[in-house]
Structure formats: C-alpha cells, structure tokens
C-alpha cells in the first residue's frame, strides 16, 4: 500500500509538471532542457558501467542540452531575433571533439565508445529538441507562436495508451505482443490502450482544438503515437534486458528512473513531427 500511494502522488507530481510546462513557452524550454540532461546523464551511467565501455559522461550530457537549446533557438523568436542556424555550429565541433577524442583515449573499443556516444544525441537529445518543433509553429505572416495543444498531446495520448492497455490488458490479456522482450505487454492491452487513445483523439478535434488539425487528422496522430509509442517502450525494454537491469534509476520513487518514465515518447515525438510535416501543417 505504501508503495502504491508513493507511486500515485509521483504521478501525480509527474503529470501536473508536464502540463503546467506547456502553459508558458520558458517554462516547458527549462523543463525539457533539465529532462534531457538527466535522461543523457543517467544512459551514460549505465552504458559506462558495460565491460568495455567508457563515454564522457559530462560532455554527452552538455552537448545533449545545448543542442536542446540551439533547436529551441531555431525554432523560435523566444530569445529575441531571427533563428540562425549558426547557432548549430559549437554542437557540430562537440561532436566532432567526441569523435577525434578517441584517437588519444587509447581506450579498449574505441568503436563500442563512438556508438554509445552517438546513440545518447540520437536517442535522446533528437528526440526531446524535437519538442520544439511541435511547440513552436509559424503563422502564414511569419510570426512565430507558441502550441500548446501539439507538444501536450503527444503525452497526453502516451498516458491515455498505458492507462487503456494496463486496464484492458490486466482484465482481457491473453496474447503476448513481445514476450521475448517485455512478456508484461499484450495484444489485447494494446488494442484497448489504441482505442482509448483513438476516443480521446475524436475528443480533441471536436470540442478542444482551435483550427490546428481537423478531426481525421488528430485521429491518424493519435495513432502514430500509439504504435511508435510501443515501440518506444519495447525499445527502451530491450536497452534494460541487454544490460541486465529492471529500472533505468530510482530518481522518481514508485516509477525507476528518467529512461523508464520517457522511453515511449523517444520514439512517439519524432513520429509525431514526420507525420506533421506529411500533412504539411508547418
């Protein structure tokens, strides 16, 4: 019981703190910024712990959150003045630091630090920065604004899946959707978890949005989300087994570590972003 209330009132916390982000444009930039360091911070920490295995931590975590900002930067007129992509450039020498670093590290397998740093911009920063391509969108005159609705969604139906597929799976659960990755996940919990989703989608576009996407359209990202959301969790689960853990961390009590509560939306908000740019909205 004590667990389960710990577990509810960091959910809790969890939740109100992603929806009140997204009410002003800075907090959500501060936010998202502080989460992707702590994310890159804590996979750099596993990661270093493989035989082998030796990544800059501090670098990786740094690089990770600028590019945030530099992207924040692009899309947006938040810091004042027009976006240059310029802004890319100190990233791109980081990178580039990285990857020359390893002539001189002498290190085991060098191959094996190059992936693992790569992979802490690609799996985590890329996704995360591409929150403000969701967040900021321009108006036919150039102006600039700040989207609420869009960023927010995306979690919103992330957080109406796992609730659907838990409840559906937990009572109708039969069919293993992935049993050699994540043996917890069912097909009938994940179609429940898609028609939850698919409902509060139909919601949005009849009596919240405010002329961003027709009713059709937020059904078809509703389930984008759905299904590179699960991917996101099998993903994030395969990550775990390779390393032989069960939690990413214990920094949220009752719910692991940062990887454990984000893991759907790594995949969810790249998905979200191309199949915006397909409907040419931006």
């Not at 937020?218 to 390779?242: A, H, I």
């Not at 979200?272 to 040419?280: I, K």
């Amino acid at each position: 019981m004590k667990n389960l209330i710990i577990r509810t009132i960091t959910g809790v916390i969890f939740v109100a703190a992603i929806v009140a982000s997204f009410l002003r444009p800075e907090a959500m930039v501060l936010l998202f910024s502080i989460v992707t360091g702590m994310t890159i911070w804590e996979y750099a920490g596993l990661v270093n712990e493989r035989p082998g295995v030796t990544i800059n931590r501090f670098i990786c975590t740094v690089a990770g959150v600028y590019f945030f900002y530099a992207m924040t930067y692009f899309c947006s007129d938040l810091y004042g003045g027009a976006a240059k992509s310029v802004v890319f450039i100190p990233y791109l020498v980081t990178v580039v630091y990285l990857l020359v670093s390893e002539l001189y590290a002498k290190q085991e397998d060098p191959i094996n630090n190059w992936a693992y740093t790569m992979l802490s911009q690609m799996y985590i920063a890329l996704p995360f920065s591409l929150l403000n391509v969701l967040a900021f969108t321009a108006t036919p005159n150039g102006h600039i604004s700040f989207n609420t609705l869009l960023p927010l969604s995306v979690f919103v139906f992330l957080w109406v899946n796992d609730t659907g597929a838990y409840c559906v799976g937990s009572l109708l659960g039969r069919h293993k959707l992935f049993p050699r990755i994540s043996p917890g996940k069912s097909w009938e919990g994940c179609i429940g978890g898609a028609v939850f989703v698919l409902a509060a989608a139909y919601l949005i576009g009849e009596y919240i949005d405010m002329g961003i996407l027709n009713t059709l359209q937020w059904l078809g990202l509703g389930l984008v989300v759905v299904v590179f959301g699960t991917w996101g969790d099998l993903v994030e689960s395969l990550f775990k087994r390779t390393l032989g853990i069960k939690d990413s961390g214990n920094i949220l009590p009752g719910h692991g570590g940062m990887l454990d509560r984000f893991d759907s939306s790594l995949l969810a908000i790249p998905a979200a972003v191309v199949y915006l740019y397909t409907l040419s909205l931006f």
